[in-house]
């Protein structure tokens, strides 16, 4: 699929950061989806949760304030704001596996038409494994938001019919951003065996033709609707 | 009066044995007790299990413990980052038995173990890799796979502060691991910056009771091992 | 700016529904929400499942809510006290249902249900008529019974000062219940004695991060209901 | 049985009391037991457990002392020792389960050859179940002491071969203080089937035979031994 006016990565950040609602609890995933917090305003009061124990993260520290105690999953010197708590490892995955993080932002290898996820393994016979608390965050946040390129480098779709590397976690993705499209995944509907894929918005000369042909899958046309839907 | 603080390292390692499972706190190098791990390379006990996070990380700690050649197995979620290349290297030259485990199901196992809880049902990992061989069930159509406690003989752990009896509190997001770790050893030994008279310590505010931790030794800020 | 405190009692618990399961912290008087007890039993909800450590004591706070008969069914590990006349005469009569919980598998069950734990092996209480119907595992040579989380709808608790996130810290043994319920519940109302600016609050010291929390009720003590 | 010199409740406080090791961690029960903390010496440096959510309980608290958010199990106003702690629930009942207390001292209706304890529940027909923390304890301890008188008011034996009033917790109890004797149960072999009860002191005129009469059970004589055996 040829599109000359993908999004960027950053607007692709300033997207899912602009559709994170008022208030909510958010956990942002090593890589990418930590730059979504660039984007977020003061006046949407989002909190985020970093797994190593802590609620009320702030930006990335600089200079003085570097502390190395104060780090966040991705092992790099943060801020704490107003408001912030400590809690040890325990807490801190009751927490994301009990349901209490609104939103979770993570990265992926594929993403299947049932929103299973593969982001932790290529699935390649020499590598070393690795997981960390990604199969945490995909099963325990309400809602799982996936920013990824729509396709590899050899142009396949990573929005699939069926996942071809190693889950992560089945039917927990609700949101894929990529450079061309959003897509709504109802996992509810999939998960009974009818998986659902809505296309919520498109981005440059993109065509619902286009990305039906290039991910094989029947995609709902939601663009029409309001460009961004509520989550649960 | 109870006071568990001891004069040095090597003499709170000395009775570690060959074959100990052994859990270390820290998240990356947050909480991470670095002279304790420089005390067991000393001590030299061999054949460890060890418990962390991670695999270590660049030249020193955990990764030395491992260079060292010490340890047979290591339990962690997250063992491959762009400077763990001691890892990297034992494992793929087949010289250390590697057990990886979701974070949050290696930081509930840990939990369970000092809790007394005998197995537990976690939704994560389900359909993946990692619970293959594992006993699954589906409660409230939710789907499970059994975990089981993971007990140590030792843990070592790095807190900000402790009193006489071992009461502890820790430092941002190094208390990661810590209080888990304490909960789930025979025997805990905490490294700390700082030890503070009895009830200096707010009742309302201590981490971990002293009930969890048996040695005590305390490494000035910036000492090095 | 995030603000959680609401008005009343009255405002904070409209709509808690017949049926509801209702969670409510204290051990014996210590962490007891009267005052949120007095609103629910003013409010009416019916058919209600309380969970307790309790069935109440004397003539205020819970045992006025079982005596108002607006309750179902409780589930608690000791209701009868020397001053559990209440519930003692209506279980007598037939007129509400008991489900008695060892106080551990009690504490366990519903630190699971927040925690997103299926169900866990307690040692507790094999062998014994609480353990009856339930299943059993063998583990490691020590005897298990298979226990499930306690969900509510809605947890009724008392702090000592809570910031206008929710974040929270208690007062000595009046702790109990109190975290862990909050994480159990759909909503969780805390009535508090003090209100802290945000940021007041130490963020090494806060018992339930504000996560937890939904609607904050300052009581100013002393007050009555 | 009869025994004109046993001993009194304060006495047999005062004995297992000066029977707790140096720096033990105790739960003292609802009951009698909560007496045996008269007679701890601060030399002793017995740390104090409430179920309740606290580490390092001191004295009951009297006057200006009473704080209603500071109480026992048995809901009585406490007051807190230096190095005390406090905790949530799980946290507690936690601390008791994962095998951390040393000691716990429990009252009971019965309490088998095989270390089995029945003190919950009197098997009445119209009695209201309250279990409380006494399974918790019953399993959770290292060593569960449990006080007793002997007899019934009836004149049997508390001590039997098998219990007739409803568990408590199976093969837990490890040693019984009566007002004529103190039984050690070696529970390890009980488990195996082969239970063994050790006589370890005898007070007043009690003599073995008459304890063997009076139980049933196959007294082994410790009473050669050290007063006070070692615990685990």
Redesign the interface.
């Known amino acids: 699929m040829s599109n000359e006016n993908p999004l960027t990565r950053a607007e692709m950040a300033q997207r899912v950061a602009a559709d994170i609602p008022y ?1 909510s ?1 958010v956990n942002l995933g090593i890589g990418i989806p930590t730059s979504v917090s660039n984007y977020l305003t003061p006046e949407q ?1 989002v ?1 985020l ?8 993260m702030g930006p990335e520290a600089h200079g003085d304030e570097i ?5 966040n999953a991705g ?1 790099i010197p943060v801020t ?1 704001l ?9 807490d ?10 609104d939103i979770a932002v993570l990265g992926a290898f594929q993403v299947s038409a049932a929103g299973d996820l593969a982001n932790w ?1 290529t699935g390649a016979e ?11 965050l995909a ?2 946040a309400k809602n799982v938001f996936v920013m990824m390129e729509l396709t590899t480098k050899k142009g396949e779709s990573k929005l699939v019919d069926h996942l071809t590397y ?5 039917a927990c993705v609700t949101r894929v951003y990529t450079e061309v499209a959003v897509f709504d995944i109802d996992t509810v509907s999939g998960a009974s065996g009818t998986p659902r894929v809505t296309v919520t918005a498109m981005f440059g000369d993109t065509t619902l033709a286009s990305l039906r042909d290039l991910t094989g899958i029947p995609l709902v046309d939601g663009t029409t609707n309001s460009p961004t839907k509520g989550i649960s | 009066m109870i006071n568990k603080l001891h004069d040095s390292v090597d003499e709170a390692l000395a009775d570690i044995p060959d074959g100990a499972t052994v859990m270390i706190g820290g998240f990356g190098q947050a909480g991470q007790p670095i002279e304790l791990i420089d005390g067991l390379i000393r001590h030299g006990a061999t054949d460890l299990t060890i418990v962390n996070n991670n695999a270590g990380n660049g030249e020193f700690g955990l990764a030395l413990l491992i260079k060292s050649g010490f340890v047979r197995k290591i339990i962690c979620s997250f063992p491959r980052q762009v400077d763990s290349q001691i890892f990297d290297e034992r494992y793929r030259a087949g010289l250390i038995e590697l057990e990886v485990v979701p974070q949050g199901n290696l930081a509930e196992r840990i939990r369970a173990a000092g809790a007394g809880i005998g197995g537990f049902f976690s939704p994560t990992g389900f359909g993946t890799l990692l619970a293959e061989g594992k006993e699954t069930r589906t409660i409230d159509g939710k789907n499970y796979v059994l975990e089981s406690p993971i007990h140590a003989d030792f843990s070592l752990i790095k807190a900000h502060a402790a009193d006489p009896m071992g009461n502890l509190v820790f430092r941002k997001t190094a208390r990661n691991f810590g209080p888990i770790m304490a909960t789930a050893a025979k025997t805990t030994i905490v490294q700390v910056t700082d030890v503070v008279a009895l009830g200096a310590l707010d009742p309302e505010n201590i981490i971990t009771p002293g009930i969890y931790v048996n040695r005590i030794v305390q490494i000035s800020q910036g000492a090095t091992a």
């Open positions: 208030g609890v009061d909190i949760h970093t797994e190593n124990g802590m609620l009320g502390d190395n105690d104060l780090i092992k704490e107003p408001g912030a708590s400590y809690f040890h490892h325990a801190s995955f009751a927490m994301m596996r009990g349901g209490h993080l393994h020499d590598a070393i494994p690795a997981v960390g608390g990604a199969m945490d099963v325990g190693p889950v992560t976690g089945l």
